[in-house]
């Protein structure tokens, strides 16, 4: 019976931390170079089994070599939010300052927090002559911040702005560095580029840190499936994965930003959290100027997750609603002394 309360009560603030984000998405839907979230969820279990370290896990497919129907979970909590990196919709404007950013990349800006990034390109000339947000924040150059002269600019598809014929500085254009995923119980684990360590009993481990317990000796590929082994695993930054010295396949890369890359800091704005590493230059940008990237928020699609979501929600309501009836009979009714 508290397992059911449990459970229901976890769905409840699952779909409720769900609502939050598709709110927040709706409400920028038509946002200049807004980026979609979405919240992903960890079952119960692998909560716990992180939390212990990987101590103890439970056995998985072609990990333990058991045969097993699955976990009984105990619900699942809000894990992480991601960053939907999608194209958005381009439109032309007549604004020599509107830029766009086509493919990887973000623009640079200088806030009084520090260095953020966004794909809003809707900038303008600040009253010193210095190229700036709406928001006043000044873009960044390769050089720092970018110092315009009077007259027209010129801004080529490689980020470099030209007036009267000179160079005047090339927009800071970078990109976060790609994560990869490998199968684990609560779904995937999404793990950067570099040197790991497998052990028999699927635990991925850094630098003797635990990173992810996979639950199978197989992956992804993005030419189909990768089999793991145990010993030293290399991913490279194309995805590129070797295993004890030999090269096994190639893993995709991961869809959208974690919050350990970027975080949100205000409407199209995010910045790196304290121990994060740092974008790095996009080689060949593909900046367009007199454009506008939209928001890449499916606004079919969200309508018909928070209506799914709403349900859910009432599903769980009741699910409690059930659990709390079958507690208090459990307390009042079993064991009652009957003449």
Known sequence: MLRGLYTAASSLLRMQKRQEVIAGNLANATTTGF???????????????????????????NVWGADWIGLLGTGVQPDRYIVD???GPIRQTDNPLDLALGGRGFFAVQTPDGIGY?????????????LVTGQGYPVLGVDG??????GPVTVNRDGTLVQNGQVVSRLQVVDFAPRFAL????????????????????????????????????????????????GALTIGADGTLTINGTPAGRLPAAAGLDTDQARRTSGTLLRIPDGGE????????????????????????????????????????????LADEAAQRAVTDVGRLTA
């Not at 609560?186 to 009993?201: I, N």
């Open 35 to 61: 980026r979609a979230d979405a919240a992903e969820a960890t079952g119960f279990v692998a909560v716990l089994q992180d939390q212990l370290n990987g101590i103890e896990s439970p056995p998985a497919p």
């Open 85 to 87: 990196t999608r194209q």
């Open 118 to 130: 966004t794909r809003d390109g809707s900038f303008r000339r600040s009253a010193t002559g210095q």
């Open 145 to 150: 911040p970018i110092q315009l002269g009077p």
């Open 183 to 230: 199968p684990t119980a609560a779904g995937t684990a999404r793990v950067a580029a570099g040197a790991y360590t497998l052990d028999e009993r699927g635990a991925l481990t850094r630098d003797g840190t635990l990173v992810a317990q996979l639950s199978s000796f197989q992956a992804a590929g993005a030419d189909g499936p990768v089999p793991l082994a145990p």
């Open 278 to 321: 740092p974008p790095q230059p996009v080689d060949n940008p593909r900046v367009e100027q007199y454009a506008l990237e939209g928001s890449n928020v499916d606004l079919t699609k969200t309508m018909t997750d928070m209506l799914a979501v709403s349900r859910a929600y009432e599903a769980s309501q009741r699910a409690l609603k």
